[in-house]
């Protein structure tokens, strides 16, 4: 199995298992980033918009909206739970104009220069080759069109996070931070760099403060089960999933947290004639 085949299998275990959690109000930021990233291309209607690491629709639905009936969005996930989900919410919302394909976004034997749009959103960084995802990407677009690829910022979900990891390494060191390649791109110039690394020249990357309210402080282990973490929860042992619940919820209690940190960087690029 290749890098990139076994980086495919792992990601959609992960992602099919966190499916579940997808919806709950905790995990929210999934949606606002999301269509933040369609509002920030400047869609026009009719357009072809492909986005890939569509994930349960988040942005694939935005895009739809925007581009309308005459428009069309191609949304490609590993995940086939995510897009039976995503399947669902576009039905729900009476969208006809989406088709959710089952495929490796890095390799989807799609035709060069097709799209008018394409979208990554939270998904370049599963790439076992991320310069070479970005060539093609880019590969895909059509002249005049628009790249928008964005990522995670620094400090994900603190102050949870460093709870997580600090206990999971207490328990079970083989595991810390054994599966977290959003680290790997949480600044512009990381981001910047890499898009470039694909000889983009002129891209334009942008870093907002975000953070992700929580009712209680519970709420943070929805967003454990329902993001990339889930893959090292379900690797423990259900009394080591216990120890680490517990110990990272009591603490975020003491401190009486109701929020975590969600920055993130935006990238737009767009080819030339």
Known sequence: MTDQHAAAARVAAVYNAASDRYTAPSLSFWNRYGAATVRRMGLQSGARVLDL?????????????????????????????LLELAARRAAHD?????????????????PSESFDAIVCVFGVFFAADMP??????????????ALAITSWGPHLFEPGNG??????????????????????????????????SAGIKDVVVTAKRGTQRLATSDDFWQIVLGTGYRATVDALTPEQVDAVRDAVLGELRRRN???????????QARRAT
């Not at 006809?96 to 034997?109: K, L, P, Q, S, V």
């Not at 070479?132 to 069109?145: I, K, Q």
């Open 132 to 145: 070479d995802f970005v060539a093609e990407m880019w590969r895909l677009l059509a002249p005049e069109g």
């Open 53 to 81: 690491c569509c994930g349960a629709g988040a942005s694939a639905l935005a895009a739809a909206r925007v581009v309308g009936p005459s428009g069309q969005v191609l949304a490609i996930d590993l995940s086939p739970r």
């Open 257 to 267: 947290v109701r929020a975590v940190t969600t920055n993130v960087i935006y990238s």
């Open 163 to 196: 709870l997580f990891w600090q206990e999971v390494a207490r328990l079970r060191p083989d595991l810390d931070h054994a599966f977290n390649p959003w680290d790997d791109l949480v600044t512009a110039d990381a981001l910047g760099s890499l898009i470039r």
């Open 94 to 110: 009476g969208l006809a104009n989406i088709e959710f394909r089952c495929a490796d976004a890095t390799a989807a034997g799609l």
